[in-house]
């Protein structure tokens, strides 16, 4: 049995015990922790091809041509050369930026190398993969200045002890515009036109600069420089990334496999891709308890996905836990603590995901919101004339805008609870009711109904205080 076999032997019978109980779960998390460091050189190409697949959208030209790929290099006595280029085009890195580098990991433990192109000449072009509109270039101060912390930010999930980096101004500065010349008469419009980005933005009168459409261009060159085998990137990058093969195959090198990874979908559940503009994100530097208790506040639906992504788990023990190999499925309440506890876990350590735990357990598990300490306070009588989306966004913070305060009201997550001597009472406030003045809500729904008001949208509660008809 392989080293990854025997771990997920043990990791099985963890699954198959009380999964609610603190004392499972750390000896669960301590098991698919060690994973990330598990060392997988003893599986056949088969199987190493089929891990990688695994938590990918696409291997081209096919997962049997990235076996067949690392037969061939282990037989020359070496390791594939994998490539993944970095734009640094923000100093905040969150979840979703850590999926590729945690695919990228398994990699490494594979037995095989890895590059990290810094994109500093791209960077000042800018990708405008997925884009709607041009994106600014980045001057060479933005770009030091967006280096300096990402290292940091995802060592966690990766060993830079192990990665060789190279800056694709190296060979992209020298190109002459002759050579560029010669290149692009081999490449056809059509393939660098036939984006849907770019046609949506034309059909919609948008701009569309020549250095955008370069971009896949430049791109492939590095594959073309550093002689890759295999190149990673987003799902939206696909066209970039065959690119790559495309002009690997007019220089006359054997053209890199494509594995394109998903594009993660944000907490908030809308379907919208993971983003900080967006707020709906898992920053890699929030404090502890804010990672767990963000994760512990998404919609359960999101419970595969982000297992796949961000989890050492493989895919018959996520079946397992979701109820697909036997009628025992795990509560979603126990699933997203014990995700959460592996997503602190990796950021800090097995403690502090064990403390975040015991922390989240201790807060939402109260009979009363009277005994949850350092609650957030509204004065009514200040801001009751403002909408209650306002109050959420402007006044509390608990939402970045608006908008993502209907978000919550159509799924039933934005609620008025009224605690009295009689216990608790909770209405779901309505998207019609969000954008209604809050004094205006609470005289309608609490009417007659004494105690103490909270407003609660998603797992976040606020006290509401002055209430008029208390």
């Not at 199987?47 to 030209?61: K, S, W």
């Not at 569309?208 to 939206?236: H, I, K, R």
């Not at 690997?248 to 594009?263: D, F, H, N, S």
């Not at 729904?445 to 105690?451: W, Y």
Request: proline letters at 5%.
């Amino acid at each position: 049995m392989t080293r990854l076999g025997e771990s997920v032997a043990r990791a099985t019978t963890l699954l198959s015990a009380d999964l609610s109980a603190d004392t499972t779960v750390q000896e669960l998390l301590q098991e698919t922790g060690a994973r990330r460091y598990l060392d997988l050189t003893d599986l056949p190409a088969k199987e190493q091809a089929e891990l990688i697949a695994a938590r990918t959208v696409e291997v081209l030209p096919g997962v049997e041509k990235l076996a067949e790929r690392i037969e061939e290099r282990r037989a020359a006595g070496r390791g594939l050369h994998i490539k993944l280029g970095i734009d640094p085009t923000a100093t905040d890195v969150h979840l979703g930026h850590a999926v590729p580098l945690i695919v990228l990991s398994r990699f490494q433990r594979l037995g095989h190398d890895v590059t990290l192109i810094i994109g500093d000449f791209t960077a000042k072009i800018g990708d405008p993969s997925g884009r709607t509109a041009e994106r600014p270039p980045l001057t060479d101060d933005d770009i030091a200045r967006n280096l300096a912390t990402y290292r940091e930010q995802v060592r966690p999930f990766f060993d830079f002890e192990k990665v060789s980096f190279r800056q694709n101004s190296e060979w992209l500065a020298p190109y002459t515009f002759p050579e560029l010349l010669a290149l692009l008469s081999q490449v056809p419009a059509s393939q660098l036109l036939q984006r849907e980005d770019f046609r949506n933005r034309l059909a919609a009168g948008s701009g569309l600069t020549m250095t955008e459409l370069l971009y896949p261009v430049a791109q492939g060159l590095d594959s073309v420089a550093l002689a890759c085998d295999v190149e990673l990137g987003g799902s939206d990058q696909l066209l970039n990334l065959q690119m790559g093969r495309k002009l690997m195959e007019l220089r006359g090198q054997q053209p890199q496999l494509v594995v394109t990874m998903p594009l993660i979908e944000g907490t908030d559940g809308t379907g919208a891709k993971m983003s900080k503009s967006k707020g709906n994100y898992v920053g890699l530097s929030a404090p502890a308890d804010d990672v767990f208790g963000k994760i512990m506040s998404v919609p359960d639906r999101l419970m595969e996905p982000y297992l796949m992504a961000w989890t050492e788990w493989t895919d018959e023990e996520i079946a397992l836990v979701l109820g697909r190999v036997t009628d025992r499925s795990l509560h979603p309440m126990d699933l997203k603590k014990i995700l959460a506890g592996e997503v602190v876990a990796a950021l800090y350590g097995l403690d502090a995901a064990m403390a975040a735990r015991a922390g989240f357990t201790a807060q939402f598990s109260k009979k009363s919101f009277a005994d949850v300490e350092s609650l957030p306070v509204v004065d009514v009588a200040a801001h009751g004339a403002e909408t209650v989306a306002a109050v959420l966004t402007k006044v509390l913070e608990f939402t970045p805008s608006a908008s993502a305060a209907r978000r919550l009201a159509k799924q039933n997550a934005l609620r008025l609870v009224v605690e009295g001597a009689d216990g608790q009472r909770t209405m779901v406030l309505a998207e019609a009711e969000s954008v209604r003045p809050l004094a205006e809500v609470l005289a309608e729904k609490l009417a007659g109904a004494p105690g103490t008001a909270y407003l609660k949208a998603g797992r976040k509660l606020a006290q509401l205080d002055g209430r008029q008809d208390v």
